[in-house]
Structure formats: structure tokens, C-alpha cells
């Protein structure tokens, strides 16, 4: 991000610790290089909730959109998604279904309309979370959308693009180990290796602070009515990250880190290559509304 300086403690931290976890080793095929530069659209607007937060089909299909069309160069969003996936693609889109702050409907049928209208068959998608191992549509995948929402999390300080991918692997639970910093490492699975076409980190109402598992508290939940959108998962994944940062520091007028820093973001980058973590080198493009954007 251009105007934004990596200085944070969450991010020192999580460097220290991904230094670690460098040191035990691990193969990363050399094809595999990261952008030395990444670009993310950060897109709100201030009607996409309704009463109760409810999220505003229209409106969500218009923000993804222009997110979408601004992210590739595109006139129309049409054509940009027509770049994002082929007519012989079979997509999975991977959504996120914890009860308590699941990926919006909304969201997910505007995702599935796009991919349709691309040209793919109906029987050739599928939106799915926790069944995505037993899903013939994810099996069979050639093509992955990755969406989310934004919040903390007790083992991976942030739930992140990167985080959502845990299902894709029999064990979850064995890659909590130095706050998730092996998360990256699913990425190089053939279930999932070059597969994802789109990262969407949804920031309708993100979670900037919590205490243990599974821990929800409207407290630290607010309504910032935003997209975060890119091609590199570490890069919306910082962004994400830093947002949950910014908003911490202005309420609580302290840095009050996490129990657990975002490790991962940062191993995703130098371990695994992945993206591009360093915010100096992350260009935000910012669309819409504006009031109270943090970032």
C-alpha cells in the first residue's frame, strides 16, 4: 500500500515468528515466485446493509463488479470475468459457513451468477466450506473463487483468504501450530495449486477483536460495509489485516495486539511465496465510499 508503511507490531511480530518457522525447512518448487508488487481493491458502500445488517443483494452485485472490472482493467464486468474463468472451467467457490459470521448469501449467489453468465454449466459450480473434500464440483475443480469474511481468530490472529483454504485438508488442526504459519502450505496441495482465480475478503461487518475460541462479541463488530479483492490472497490478506489493525488502535487508543499475531500472512510470502505481504508494496486502489475508510 503506498501511503502505508509496514510498521505495526502485529506484523513485526508475525515476521519474527515466520523467521522460525523458516528455519525448520520445508521444499517450495522453484516455479513458484511471488509478484514483487500486488495491487487490491478495496471497494464500500454505504447502503449494501440493511435493517438487522442484512445485505443488500443489488447493491453487493454492483460493489463486486466494479471491484472486479477496476481489478483487470475491464470496461464492462462481464468481460472481466470471462478473463477470470472459461466456459470449460469447473469452479469451485469457496465460502466460509461459521454460524456467526458466515460469508453472506448475497454474496456468494453474486459470485455464482457472474461465473454462470461466464458460460460455465450449472452442474460445473458449486459453493461449499466444510464438505469440500467430499464435493465431486471441488474434486474435480479446475478453477477456485476464495471468499470470506474478515475477523480475528484464536489459532491464525486474523481469518484470512489464506486461512479459508484449511478445509481442503483431512487435518486441520495440524496446521495451527506458530499462529497457522504452515497454512501456506495447502496452497501448494494439487487440490488447490494454481487453481484460485479470485480472492474476496468480505468486510461487510469484520470482527477486529476477540478473546479465545470461537469467540463473537457485536462489540468488535462493525459496520464498514466494504470489499477487500485481488489475484494475490497475501496481498488482500494484509490489507485485511491491517484494516482489523487500524480499527483495534482507534477504539481502544492503544495497540493492543493480538493473543496470536498473523503469522501466517507473512509465511505465505517468504516461506511459501505466495504474494506479497509488505504493505509498502501493495497498492490499494479505493472505491466508493469513503467516510471512516481507516486504510
Not at 37 to 63: K, W
Not at 177 to 182: I, T
Not at 188 to 207: D, E, H, M, S, W
Not at 224 to 253: C, E, M, N, Q, W
Request: some cysteine.
Amino acid at each position: 500500500m503506498e501511503d502505508s508503511a509496514m510498521t505495526r507490531r502485529d506484523f513485526l511480530r508475525a515476521a519474527a515468528g515466520t523467521a522460525a518457522a523458516a528455519a525448520v525447512g520445508g521444499g517450495i518448487p522453484e516455479r513458484v515466485h511471488a509478484e514483487s508488487r500486488a495491487t487490491v481493491v478495496l471497494i464500500r458502500h454505504a447502503n449494501v446493509l440493511g435493517r438487522q445488517d442484512r445485505a443488500q443483494a443489488e447493491v453487493v452485485q454492483s460493489m463486486l463488479d466494479e471491484a472486479v472490472r477496476t481489478l483487470l482493467g475491464e470496461r464492462d464486468a462481464g468481460t472481466a470475468w470471462q478473463r477470470l474463468v472459461r466456459k470449460t472451467d469447473v469452479v469451485g467457490i469457496k465460502s466460509n459457513a461459521w454460524w456467526k459470521l458466515p460469508t453472506p448469501a448475497e454474496l456468494e449467489r453474486a459470485i455464482q451468477r457472474r461465473v454462470l453468465e461466464a458460460g460455465v454449466p450449472e452442474e460445473h459450480v458449486s459453493i461449499d466450506d466444510r464438505g469440500v473434500l467430499r464435493n465431486s464440483v471441488f474434486k474435480k475443480s479446475t478453477a477456485l473463487i476464495n471468499v470470506r469474511p474478515l475477523r480475528t481468530h484464536h489459532w491464525s490472529g486474523v481469518a484470512t483468504c489464506l486461512k479459508n483454504y484449511i478445509m481442503f485438508v483431512p487435518d486441520p488442526a495440524s496446521y495451527h501450530d506458530e499462529g497457522c504459519s504452515p497454512l501456506g502450505r495447502i496452497w501448494q496441495y494439487p487440490i488447490v495449486k494454481g487453481k484460485t482465480r479470485l480472492n474476496i475478503l468480505c468486510a461487510f461487518t469484520p470482527q477486529f477483536f476477540g478473546r479465545g475460541a470461537h469467540h463473537f462479541d457485536t462489540r468488535y463488530v462493525w459496520p464498514y460495509k466494504g470489499l477487500i479483492v485481488g489475484t494475490d490472497p497475501v496481498a488482500v490478506d494484509a490489507v485485511g489485516s491491517h484494516l482489523l489493525y487500524v480499527k483495534r488502535a482507534a477504539v481502544f487508543a492503544e495497540d493492543r495486539t493480538l493473543t496470536v499475531p498473523p503469522a501466517h500472512i507473512v509465511a505465505a510470502d517468504k516461506k511459501y511465496h505466495l504474494g506479497v505481504s509488505d504493505l509498502r508494496r501493495i497498492h490499494v486502489i479505493k472505491l466508493g465510499w469513503q467516510e471512516e475508510v481507516l486504510i
